[in-house]
Each structure stands twice: as C-alpha cells, then as structure tokens.
C-alpha cells in the first residue's frame, strides 16, 4: 500500500510540474530560447527528488568549449541523473525518439537522434552536433553505444567520436574538449548496492520499460554518483582512437573508483 501511495503522489507532482514547464520549454525552442538549455535541468532535478534519487557529484563540468562529456550508460536513469546536475544535450539512437514518454522528452531537450547504420547520414548528423557543441552547447555521448549491466564499461567504439572531430573547425582555439565520467548507482535505501542488487537500477534493454520504472518507484531511495574526469584535447590531428582509448580508460577508473565505496561518505 504504501509503495503504490508512493507511486501516486510521485505522479501526480511530475504531472502537475510537466503541465507547468513543458508548455514554456515547447515556447522556448520555438523561438529557441536560452532557457531551453535550463528548463530540462529543473525538471530533471524534481522528477529525481520524486522518484527518490540522491544524486552526488564529484568534480564539475569543464569550463572550456566547446564540450564533449562521454559517459558509461546502464538506465534510462542515467539521462536524469546527468539532466539535473547540468544543462546538456544527448546523442540518442534514433529508435529513442520513438519510445513512449520517453522519446517525447529526449526532443523536448532537442537531443540529436543518430542513424548509425546509415553512413551516408553520418556526416550530416556529425555537422549538427558539431555546430550545436560550437554554439557552446555540452552535449553527452554515450560511448558504449548500449547499456551495460551498471558493474562495468563495455567496449567504447571509436567511430563515435566524429563528431568531436568534426567540431574542431568550428572551434576557435582549434580544440574541442572531451570529458570523461562516470554514473554509478551504489546505495539503495543507504546500503552500499552490490553486484547483485546493482541491476536494480540498470536497464540492459531486455527488460520493458514500465515495469522497470514502477520498480524504481517502489524502491524510492537510490544514490547515484557522478564522477567528472580528467579531460582531453581534440585537435585537427588528434587520433580518434587514441583519445577513446585515453576516454575509455578514465571512464572505467572513476567508476571501479565510484563502485569501491571510496568515495562515498
């Protein structure tokens, strides 16, 4: 009973807020806004609160631009967590903007969808994430290209980096920043979340989204923690897969580092 009380009042409060900015974020990227960049941050910040996830953030977001942060992804709960410590951008698969609710928010936040079987289309979508990173916007690759089971980094495919490349023109000191970080989940209800129970809060894809969500819901006390690294400098004629190499090494630290307990408090 308590846990479906629970699921009530959380719906009825991210109702009531959607109803209140969505309308203003449909408006500000009609005329586009800058409060388009922030209002998804709002709301990202109330629906964790509501749906009980503490979010604690180690370092902070590189100040130099344009800005690439490439992160590990196990949820759908890594969009959120990631939306409501800073104003970004997503690099979603096509298919997600097809996806109930979901696909509503991911273009409610202008994410670009890629069609990543398509080469002839690559070059096209590499230019509109170039050009938003060069009109100061951070946007958030997810290098995986899938979701893992929350305890480990799956392979990071170099090709996706294009688009870092293809923004170096359009920088004005020749160099796009990429950063590493990692999302880690590691409390539920304050208890350090092992191995096992990790999954609680990933989302490998074979599991349907509702129900998962509901899960989340009922649990209602997950900490997430998210881990800024050491960044590195893309230029002309960097080595793609050097630099997903360095990438995939820092992201996997911060989150053995994340996973370990070490930092948390």
């Not at 160099?175 to 539920?188: E, K």
């Not at 191995?195 to 809060?201: E, G, I, N, S």
Request: proline share 5%; charged share 20%; with cysteine.
């Amino acid at each position: 009973m308590i846990a479906w009380l629970r699921i009530t009042l959380a719906a009825v409060v991210i109702l009531a807020v959607s109803i209140v900015l969505m309308p203003l974020q449909v408006l500000a990227l009609r005329f586009d806004w800058r409060l388009r960049r922030r209002l998804p941050r709002l709301w990202h910040r109330i629906v964790c609160y509501c749906l009980g996830i503490r979010v604690r953030v180690t370092g902070r977001p590189e100040e130099r631009r344009p800005l690439m942060l490439c992160s590990n992804h196990s949820s759908w709960l890594d969009i959120m967590v990631m939306s409501s410590v800073a104003d970004v951008a997503f690099i979603a698969k096509i298919e997600v903007s097809e996806w109930p609710i979901f696909g509503t928010l991911a273009k409610l936040q202008k994410s670009v969808f890629v069609v990543r079987e398509e080469k002839r289309r690559t070059g096209h979508q590499a230019n509109e994430i170039a050009g938003r990173m060069a009109d100061g916007e951070i946007v958030v690759l997810f290098p995986e290209g899938t979701t893992s089971d929350g305890n480990r980094l799956l392979e990071v495919k170099s090709s996706l980096f294009g688009a870092a490349a293809m923004a170096v023109p359009y920088s004005p000191t020749g160099t796009v920043v990429v950063q590493p970080l990692a999302i880690a989940y590691t409390r539920v209800h304050g208890i350090a979340m092992g191995r096992y129970h990790r999954p609680l809060a990933a989302w490998p894809g074979d599991i349907e989204l509702l129900p998962h969500l509901l899960d989340i819901v009922r649990c209602g006390a997950i900490d997430a923690e998210v881990s800024f690294g050491e960044a590195v400098e893309y230029r002309a004629d960097t080595n793609r897969k050097e630099v997903s190499a360095a990438i995939a090494t820092r992201i996997r630290s911060l989150l053995n580092t994340s996973l370990r307990g070490r930092n948390v408090v």
